[in-house]
Every structure is written in structure tokens, then in C-alpha cells.
């Protein structure tokens, strides 16, 4: 499988199909793997980019904790695009993959074509709910360090049944990627200006009010709610996914790029 390499951090990437590109990130503590069934129908049309970001799934796990942030988490996207000779993709991702995704926006606008955010929260403006999802996110951590990948035993379908070496990157992921440290990815909605849809599971409870609030700041966005589905939107309703999501890539084939 394929490598890039990060100033010796080894990123794995695998890329599907031709036509213009589209950059997917997994949720925490998912890997690539929980992009299988959609690869037909995305690449069919597009150069589908999926990898694993840093301390997950094949992709390196750095023992220094200052390896693991949002802006290099950016910069690997970024470095990704480089590598395959593409200036600008639609991108796109799962939970921390879309907040990623808003963050690769708000760092490299002119190239990003499109945002496809899935199940995912915009990040806080207040410091005290920061707070609480920090302790949270540093619990995770600390939780993977005690139990090791027997914690995700229980987790949500895109999470139970991954494959990580060990659970050494997950703990330093959820502490210099899960966490946040100001309020610049959820103060940029307002400022979007690609096209955007908004995909959220009617079931992920958590993320219903974070994508309502998305879909109503991000100028022109859309929302697509799937029935009988959770966090995993596409695990859970692979089809009504696809057919989600089609449309909108359709839609933009028609526009002129700018």
C-alpha cells in the first residue's frame, strides 16, 4: 500500500478511480476501512482519496506527542492533494474527518472546490463547553491507554471492527487532534463559499442540533437527514448514503470551476 511521507511520518493513502478529486477523512478512531462501501460508487466519476490519518489504522504512530495536531492533521490533507497532482478537491469527511475538513477550508480555501460534512461537529464558541469536550477527549485518551484497543470493543459500528496496531496513536490522537483550542473553524461558517452539504444521521442525537446549526450558517449549505441511521451514516445506510451524496457531486459538474 502506498506511503507519503510526512518528515518521517508515513501517511497511507490509497487512491480510487479518475475524474476530479475527492479527499474523504475518516471519523477518530475509524480508519479508511469505513469508506469501503461507497468506493464503487464515488470513483466512478472521481479520483476518490482515502487515507489513515496519523496514529491510526496503516498510517505511522509517532511516540512524540507534538506530532499529533489539527494543523499537521491539515498539512497531511494538503501534502495528500501535493502528491496526486491535484490544486483543488472536493473534501470531505466523518465527524473529526469533517471538522478536519473545515479546517483544511479555513487554511487553504482556494483549494477546495466543495465541503461534504458528515456527522460533525463545528467546534465551540464558548470556552467552557471547549472545556468539557477537552476533559472528554482527554479521558478517551487516557482510557486507551489503560484498556488499549479492547476499548473499542463497544464503540459506535465504524469504530468496533477497525484494525490499529495499537492503541498508543489513538491515546495521542485524542489528545493533540481530538482536542480544541479556539473558537476559528466555527466562526468561519459564515465565511464558506463552496458549495457544502451537510449529512447527518437521524439517530446521531448529538450531532442533530451541530448540523442544523451548520446547514443554517454556511451560506447556501444543504442538509440531508438519513432515516434509521447513527453516528456512522454510511455504515449504517450505505445505500440512502450514496444516494445522499450523488446529487450533489452531480450538481457540481454542471458548475464552472473557479
Known sequence: ???????????????????????????????SAMWAEQINALAKQHTLVLWDMRGHGQSDYPSDPSAYSEDLTVGDMA????????????VGGLSLG???????????????RALLIID????????????????????????????????????SRERSTVHHRDASGLALAARGMLTQRDARVIELLPHIKVPS??????????FLPASDYMAAKIP???????PAAGHAVNIDQPQAFIDAVTPFLDGLDTRTPS
Open 1 to 31: 500500500m502506498p506511503k507519503l511521507d510526512r518528515d518521517g511520518v508515513n501517511i497511507h493513502y490509497e487512491v480510487h478511480g479518475s475524474g476530479p478529486a475527492l479527499l474523504l477523512t475518516h471519523g477518530y478512531s475509524s480508519t
Open 79 to 90: 501534502a495528500l492533494l501535493d502528491h496526486i497532482g491535484t490544486e483543488r478537491a472536493i
Open 98 to 112: 469533517g471538522y478536519m475538513s473545515l479546517a483544511f477550508y479555513r487554511a487553504h480555501p482556494d483549494r477546495v
Open 120 to 155: 460533525t461537529g463545528p467546534g465551540f464558541k464558548k470556552d467552557d463547553a471547549r472545556a468539557v469536550w477537552n476533559k472528554r477527549a482527554h479521558d478517551t485518551g487516557d482510557r486507551f491507554e489503560r484498556e488499549g484497543l479492547a476499548s473499542l470493543k463497544n464503540a
Open 197 to 206: 452539504l451537510v449529512v447527518v444521521g437521524a439517530d446521531d442525537t448529538p
Open 220 to 226: 447556501g449549505a444543504r442538509k440531508v437527514v438519513i
